[in-house]
Nanobody, 122 residues
Framework: QVRVVESGGGLVQAGGSLRLTCAVSGGTFSRYTMGWFRQAPGKEREFVAAIAWSGGRTFYADSAKGRFTISRDNAKNTVYLQMNSLKPEDTAIYRC???????????????WGQGAQVTVSS
């Protein structure tokens, strides 16, 4: 059974940084694209970033480009999301998932973590 666990969320002031970690156990981690989505209260879940199985290709939402960096360590079965220059509008629950298809479509992710709360104060 695959298990996904996020950590690293918290409260930060605008302009600050946080690094989210997504640890995966079970399955064959290195074969899958991994992605981060977020959902703010009253809003739909939105794509943030994804990274291909090899780590050689990364994908970002426009809102994340230039501020967020996704990376992975296949030896540790871990994905990271470094978030810099955080804004209040980045406040959301961030969830990490394993993709089996279209990395932009949350319906094509088969395993998810419970989520990490990120709160950015102004």
């Amino acid at each position: 059974q695959v298990r996904v666990v996020e950590s690293g969320g918290g409260l930060v002031q605008a302009g600050g940084s946080l690094r989210l970690t997504c640890a995966v156990s079970g399955g064959t981690f290195s074969r899958y694209t991994m992605g981060w989505f977020r959902q703010a209260p009253g809003k739909e879940r939105e794509f943030v970033a994804a990274i291909a199985w090899s780590g050689g290709r990364t994908f970002y939402a426009d809102s994340a480009k230039g501020r967020f960096t996704i990376s992975r360590d296949n030896a540790k079965n871990t994905v990271y999301l470094q978030m810099n220059s955080l804004k209040p509008e980045d406040t959301a629950i961030y969830r990490c998932g394993r993709s089996f298809g279209n990395l932009y479509d949350p319906q094509e992710y088969d395993y998810w973590g419970q989520g990490a709360q990120v709160t950015v104060s102004s």
